[in-house]
């Protein structure tokens, strides 16, 4: 079952990286209406455009609430478990910030190799990211 979802997380994320990538070449009115509108869109926050720190904060707070509940409830349920969960936490907290780092990087890179349009630039990383899961399921299999 793992094996499958992993194959169509690979292959959903390869074709939406190529989806773009194709717009980027072929479409090119196309290609700055999305970058126009990817651009303008602006969420609300209690009033007023919500910036970055404010989807930062509600990212971090959110993730430690369900830490700390799922911790809590790991404790109720088996106490002995407490401090393996909070490590298993922490573990995976390191993996996730691991994760985004590299997806920034992969991104900037992105804008680069696109030659400075981001959705050419971000399709082609979204395409090896979803080709590097692919093959490395093949590697592991």
Known sequence: MADNVIHWVGFTIQTIG??????ELYLPKLSE???VF???????????????????WIATGSYIFV?????????IWEPSMSFIANIAF??????LW???????IFVRLGVVLGRGNA???VGLVL???????EVSKMVIA
């Open 18 to 23: 190529l989806l773009l990538v194709t717009i």
């Open 33 to 35: 209406s999305v970058k």
């Open 38 to 56: 990817f651009e303008r869109i602006q969420f609300q926050f209690v009033r007023r455009p919500g910036t970055r720190q404010d989807w930062n």
């Open 67 to 75: 830490w700390v509940i799922s911790v809590a409830v790991v404790s």
């Open 90 to 95: 922490t573990i995976f907290t390191v993996f």
């Open 98 to 104: 691991l994760i985004i780092y590299i997806s920034k």
């Open 119 to 121: 959705i050419g630039g």
């Open 127 to 133: 395409a090896l990211i979803g080709f590097t899961i």
